[in-house]
């Protein structure tokens, strides 16, 4: 259904403005469902993005400890 111009809302038949109101809910619902997902997402890459966080501290602190015995041994 085509939502009509705000102002020609007062002419829709009683009918007619519970279908708006239902396919508004609808559009809710789905827009609900989507941000959810969307969170479920976000969630996997923040615990993604510390992982690849801790590996590259790790790397970085395997590189220093590499590079400190490779001076040493000169």
């Known amino acids: 259904m085509i939502l009509p111009p705000p102002d020609s809302l007062e002419r829709l038949t009683h009918a007619d403005l519970i279908g708006v109101v239902r396919d508004l809910i609808g559009e ?3 827009m ?12 996997k890459l923040r615990v993604d993005h510390q992982a690849v966080k801790d590996e590259a501290c790790a790397a ?5 400890a590499s590079a ?5 041994h000169g």
Do not use: D, H, S
């Not at 609900?32 to 969630?43: D, Y």
């Not at 970085?60 to 220093?64: H, P």
């Not at 400190?68 to 040493?72: D, L, S, T, V």
């Open 32 to 43: 609900q469902a989507e941000t959810e997902k969307l969170g479920g997402a976000l969630a």
């Open 60 to 64: 970085e602190a395997f590189a220093a």
């Open 28 to 30: 809710v619902t789905r």
């Open 68 to 72: 400190g015995q490779a001076f040493r």
